[in-house]
Every structure is written in structure tokens, then in C-alpha cells.
């Protein structure tokens, strides 16, 4: 750079500043230093392979020696080798009757184990067993084991990916897999939760991903079963004698409750069969019920068989012998598990102690016992309504409405205008309005009068016809074959067991 000093005279005096050669020396020495580490690199690579390639080769020659014959002499004139012969070694001057050197193969083998890397440690794994118990979560669960909040939150936040961890339940197992090394703390590995007898999901640590989440399903077997007992003091002390699922026993009591009212028809002698499937695990063990498949009621003196039928139009429903569904327009019980504590017709009345006309069934059940919906139709009303407390009135089709009283709540969405279809939970049992505990009331209406609704006749929801008909025929004639031959096999099992 150039600057320009003014003087008296006026003249101006050109000075040129002198550049500093320091920051040239110091770049050409970082770069000869560089280079210098670069080359000697090199040739320190180059070095070490030589010497491991020499070491090998030396092991390999020490190793062919051993496995050559010894040689103490020149072979004979007229044999099939020479002393000049490169396939056998000449002996060394002075040493022809010693042995030839053994090779070191202590020396060989630590050549390799420097050639190598040297073995680890096995790491040793053990497991931790939990069972749910009521009231546990998944955090205080992980949180119980000693492991710290932060892992554990990392654990619940992988297994979210494919299961709620809120929806663990009593009864369920976890199964904790931890890796153990000396002298260390033991490393989460994986965690196992058992759904079912047929899921699983788990969570394993992935040296890639971290924490990966997968579900596992296993194949259940399936075989078709009979089972049958006479009723001596109530239906469901009967199924559980013979061994019938509980599953399989509310199937066949939705399928009845159309026509019959297991609180008054049931008697004593009455008795049932049924044909159904249950799944096993691999094992062979029982897993859970399955579908009904066919069951007879006798009942009052009246057989009442039902079958099992899936239509061309992809409808499952049960039908009796003449291809009517079991399902009618309105369920004669619209709650599951209740006594039956006061029927249809005049009575006295609990509370306000005279005779009146009760236009309806009550049902006991505990409160928070769920109700549904009799039949499909439109809520008309749902709300407080004076004596009857919480209360909800349903519009059916063929002109019939049902009520229900007494409610402690309303279920999910049910209000003025909203659609219900039957079997749908509308409310749960309370004791609201005029009364002396939980229960159901229960009233039918058709075209504006009361009627019984254990007597009420309601016509099927379905009816085959035709080609379906016959279709329907088949499917009932082989189901009833199918019954007989397993109820022979059982019986003659038994009998041998007797």
C-alpha cells in the first residue's frame, strides 16, 4: 500500500510500506509438516502389513516343516527320489541324524491373536417376570424395577407406536430383559407384554433405530365342541356345570331373549345343547370360546333349536328351522344378568302403599349395569322426567316405543333425535326418581297403549325366501349332522370314562 506525506514545499513524498513475510513461512511450514505426517503415514501402513505378511508366511513355513517326513540320509540309486531332488531336503552338514526342528507353535499362536482382535466377553442376559396387578401402570411398574423415569418414558413412548399403554390390565405379564456384564449395571434390552394368548407386542433396543416397537400374532387352533345339561336352579349354574364358556353362554342368551324371559320361563328339568367352536394355543390348551354354530332351548314343553347361517349378502344372524331370524323388532330383556323383581300388571305399590296398575318390568341389577336399546330406532326424548327420574323414550318401527326409567346416567350420545340400533348401550341402572333401589323400569308402547313386554309378539326382523331358503336348508340339514356325530363320539367317550 502507498501513502503520501505532504510536505512544506508542497511536494508530496511517495513511501511504500514493506509486506511482512511472516504468514508465508508459517503457511509453507504447516505445509511440510502435513506432508510429512501424510508420507510417514504411509510408509507406517506399508511397514505393518510387510510385517504381518511376513509374520504369516514365517508361521505358515514353520507349519509345512512339521508336516514333512523326516529325512536322514540320500535316497538309494534306483528309488523314486534323489539327494538333488527339491522334494526332499538335504540335510545339514554335521546334523544328518538329528531331528529336524520342532516348530513354536506357542509363538505361532500368539502371531495370530496379535493378528486378530481378541475375544470379548459373553454377555449374559436375564429376565424379570411382572404381573399387572388392579391400579398399576406402566411407568410405576418400570419406575418399581429401578429403572430411571427417563428410560422408562422412552420405553412407553416406543410401545405407543402399536399398543395404548393406558389399556394394560389386571393379569396381564411383562417381561423385563436386561444384559449383564462384570462388574456393570445391567442395560435394558427389550420388554415383552402379553395381550393374549395369541398377541404380543415388545419393544427391543436396536443399535440402528433405538427403541423399536413390533406386534406379534400367533395362530389359535380351532375345533367345534358340544355341550348340553339339564337346568335345575337357573341357566347359568347349568352352562358352568358342563364346562360352557361364558362367552358362549351370552351368545346363546341374546339369541333366546327375543322369546323367551329366562327370569319367568326357565324351570326346573328344562335343558340345552349346543354346538360351538373354542380356540387353543399351540399347546393345546383352552383359549377362549368362540361363535355358536347351533343350540336347542327346551323350555316349558317346547324345543326351541336355533342355527347358525351366514346369508349370500354377507348378514350373520341366528334362524329357526323355518328360516325366520331370531331377531325380532323389540328384545323382551333389555339388560343383561337382572332379576326380575315386579312383572306386568296391578300390584301394591312399594312406596306409595296402595294397589295400582304397573305398566311394566322392573329389572334389579346394580347400579352402573349397562341397558340397551330394545330395538333399532330414534331417541324421542332423554332427560329428567318427574317420578320415573332419569329417562329415555325410543321410537320403533311397526308403531312401538319403549321407556326406560330410573337411570343413574345417559350413554354416550344419546339425545333427543339420535339414531340407536339394538343391542346398543343407551344408559346404565340407577335409582333415580320415586324409588327404592337400583333397577330397570321397562315399558312397551303400541300404537299409544301399554302392552306386556314379556308377552309382546314382534315379527322377525328377517324372513328367507327361495334360493336363500334352500340354501339355508342345507347349511341346517349339515349342521345337524355335524351335532349328532360329536354328541355320539362324547358320549361314548364318557361312557368308556365311567
Partial sequence: MDYYIPSYDKSRIRYRRKRSKKPLLLLAACVALTLTYMLSGFDFIETRKHEQSHKETTFKSLTVEQSIPETSGVQASGGTGSASDPAYPEPVAGSADEAPAEPDTEAGTDMLLEAGDKEKPDARFSEKNIKVS???????LLN???MPRTQAHEIIE??????????IRQGQEITLVFREE???????EAMNLKLDADRDVRVEKCPENG???????????TRTVVARAEITYSLYNAAVGSDMPLRVLMQMIRAYSFDVDFQRDIRPGDFFEVM??????????????GSVLYAKLHTRGRDLPIYRYETTDGEVDFFNPDGESVRKTLMVTPIDGARLTSGYGKRRHPILGYSRMHQGLDFAAPTGTPIMAAGDGVVEYAGRKGNYGNYIRIRHPNEYHTVYAHLSRFGSGIRRGARVNQGQTIGYVGSTGMSTGPHLHYEVHHRGSHVNPSTVDTPPGRTLEGEELERF???REDL??????LKEKDEDTMARLD
Avoid: C, H, I, W
Fill in 211 to 221: 427403541l423399536v416397537a413390533t406386534e406379534e400374532k400367533r395362530e389359535l387352533d
Fill in 276 to 289: 360351538f367352536k373354542e380356540k387353543l394355543d399351540q399347546d393345546g390348551n383352552f383359549v377362549r370360546g
Fill in 182 to 188: 462384570d462388574d456393570k449395571e445391567p442395560v435394558f
Fill in 144 to 146: 418399581g424395577e429401578g
Fill in 158 to 167: 416406543g410401545l405407543s407406536e402399536v399398543y395404548n399403554p393406558r389399556r
Fill in 473 to 475: 336348508k342345507t347349511a
Fill in 134 to 140: 388392579s391400579g398399576d401402570t406402566l411407568m410405576g
Fill in 480 to 485: 345337524e349332522t355335524r351335532f349328532a356325530s
